[in-house]
Structures are given as structure tokens and as C-alpha cells.
């Protein structure tokens, strides 16, 4: 597709689709994005200051070939046609990750009925739209039945970059007056583990990443790792480890619950959580260089693809939390050279 496109991204997070566009050097007429988080906000900015932010999707409509936000207060046109619906509605009531999980009723995941409204009021060229792998088989069949009986296919980013991330993707297209499934094959391994994209240098002695805020008080910060060391169990000695596709637990602390598990960095990462807490926060626990520790910000970003800072501006905790809930941009990329 040469001409310049007409983008509408809903759930818009931190702009990946857009940064996914710019590297596949798509030429963009208009992106508009529905975002309401303001730190997410403020990093597309510093990205992408041309990006057209709509608001709240439920206040979002669209008549004449415009798109009306009035939460916003203006009127956009899109040339009549969109080319592109891209989101990932909110999975916190879908992921395996939460108990008690309402589905598609819940209060988060019920707005991907807002991406279906605004699916069959825009009718653009392409749709995708993201979720987790872990869901309920009744809630996937749902969300397929609503995208005109279109079934997803599953990628895990773990092909493309060193994290186990596994995705559903519905992916169409506007064929007549209904869509069809656009058939996406699986992306080609790049074998790329934990251990390649590691910071080095000062990382080495930010003691904030050391699995707490505590610190040491008085001695030295080897001390103060060297018995933080201690308290953990290993499982199994990580010299006979072979690289390998999966994230490899070694070891834990206390009875080894999810934020409490460590892993090597000869496999893949385990997948980044918006949510997570504990001394896993949102990035899991690994050993590296002899001593357990959380991951940086930027390794949080090559974990998902995107350009070292990409996320800076922010506080660590909103970059963390923000790229958690975002896309992998190397499976945004092999999706759109698809449709694009």
C-alpha cells in the first residue's frame, strides 16, 4: 500500500502500532488513538507529537466519514475510509493471571464491545485485534463469533525477541460487506534469549533493582547481595543449563510464589505484567552475574522490541506498568506485512 493511510488505534497504551508503522516505513495520513492512562499519553507524545488523541472510546462515534469525540470536543475526518483498526482491549478479566475472572463481563474486558461498535461503524480495510492466549475457550469463541467468525491465531513473541509473551490476534479483512481471515503464518525464530539483551555497566550497581527498596544498612552493597543471595533456594545449578525457548526456573524465595520465583537468563524472560507486585514486580526475578535482581526499564523495552528509551520521560514505575500492558513491536510488524 503506497498511498499514505488512515489509522484508528483503540487502547492506543504507548503507541507501538505507530512506532510498529514507522519502522515497516508505512506512510501515515492520520493516526488517531483512544487512550485515557496519562503517563501512556505523555510518552506517545514524546514519540509521536502528530498522533490525534481522540479520548475515552466510549466517547467516540463516528457519522459522515468523521470521527466525533466529545469528550474531546472535536470532529475529525478520516477521508471517509479507514484503513486500519488496530487494539488490544483490556485483558485483566480474561488472563489466567486473575482469580475470580468475570470474562467479558467484567468491568476492564467488557470495553472490547466499544472496539466491536466501533468496528462495524467505521468499517475500515483491516482490523486486528489482540488479547491474551490464556483466556477461557468460551470467552475466545465469543470474541470470534462478535469478529464475524474470524479465529485468531496465537503468536508467541518468544519468536521475535527474549520474551515468552503468548498472544491471540484476530486478524481481517473487509471483503464486500463482511470480513474475512487474513492468514498469518508464524513469524521465523530469531533466537533471542535473555542473556542478549541484558544492560551492563552501572546497572550493575543500581541497588534498586536488587529484589527490594530496603538496601543494605551499613556494609558494603556486596554484602548486602551476598546475603540476599542466601535466602535463595536454587533449584539447580545454571552452569548445566543449555539456552533453551522457555523461561528456566532455578530457584525461589520463601514458598516460591509467582513474584517470588527466579530464573535463568539462558532462557526467555517471563511474560511483562502491568499488574505484577512483590519482589518480581513487573519483570520477574533472574540471576545475573552471581546475584538476583529485576529488570531495567530499557531491558523491559528490548523485551518488547521497541528503541532503548523509548518509554523515558516517565517514572520507572509507569514505564514498567505501561510496557506491561503494551504490544510487542516485532509481532505488530509481522502482522501489518500482511495487510499493508
Request: glycine fraction near 8%; hydrophobic fraction near 35%.
Amino acid at each position: 500500500m503506497k498511498q499514505k493511510i488512515n489509522v484508528l488505534s483503540l487502547f492506543d497504551g504507548i503507541s507501538v502500532a505507530r512506532q510498529a508503522l514507522k519502522e515497516l516505513k508505512i506512510s501515515i495520513n492520520k493516526y488517531y488513538a483512544s487512550e485515557i492512562d496519562k503517563y501512556c499519553l505523555q510518552i506517545s507524545k514524546n514519540n509521536f507529537s502528530d498522533i490525534i488523541q481522540l479520548g475515552n472510546i466510549k466517547k467516540i462515534h463516528q457519522a459522515g466519514g468523521y470521527l466525533i469525540s466529545t469528550e474531546k470536543c472535536i470532529s475529525e475526518e478520516y477521508s471517509h475510509k479507514l484503513d486500519l483498526i488496530i487494539g488490544g482491549s483490556p485483558c485483566q478479566d480474561l488472563s489466567i493471571a486473575k482469580k475470580n475472572r468475570k470474562g467479558l463481563e467484567g468491568e476492564r474486558s467488557s470495553l472490547f464491545y466499544e472496539y466491536v461498535r466501533m468496528l462495524k461503524c467505521c468499517n475500515p480495510k483491516y482490523f486486528i485485534l489482540e488479547n491474551v492466549a490464556s483466556m477461557a475457550r468460551s470467552q475466545r469463541d465469543i470474541i470470534t463469533k462478535m469478529l464475524y467468525g474470524i479465529e485468531p491465531i496465537e503468536i508467541n513473541a518468544a519468536l521475535v525477541s527474549a520474551q515468552q509473551r503468548k498472544r491471540f490476534f484476530w486478524v481481517g479483512k473487509l471483503v464486500g460487506n463482511t470480513y474475512e481471515k487474513v492468514e498469518i503464518t508464524q513469524p521465523k525464530d530469531k533466537y533471542i534469549f535473555l542473556k542478549d539483551i541484558l544492560e551492563s555497566g552501572k546497572v550493575d550497581r543500581d541497588k534498586s533493582l536488587y529484589i527490594d527498596a530496603n538496601y543494605f544498612k551499613g556494609g558494603s552493597l556486596k554484602n548486602y547481595l551476598d546475603k540476599k543471595r542466601r535466602q535463595v533456594v536454587f533449584k539447580q545449578s545454571e552452569s548445566r543449563l543449555m539456552v533453551t525457548e522457555s523461561p528456566i526456573r532455578i530457584g525461589q524465595f520463601n514458598k516460591g510464589g509467582q513474584a517470588d520465583r527466579v530464573y535463568s537468563i539462558k532462557g526467555k524472560s517471563i511474560s511483562l505484567s502491568a499488574n505484577g507486585g512483590g519482589r518480581g514486580a513487573k519483570t520477574g526475578l533472574y540471576a545475573v552475574k552471581d546475584f538476583v535482581r529485576k529488570l531495567t526499564p530499557i531491558e523491559c523495552e528490548r523485551l518488547q522490541s521497541l528503541p532503548d528509551n523509548y518509554t523515558s520521560g516517565v517514572s520507572d514505575t509507569q514505564r514498567y506498568k505501561s510496557l506491561g500492558n503494551a504490544f510487542n513491536c516485532s509481532v505488530i510488524k509481522h502482522i501489518l506485512k500482511y495487510l499493508l
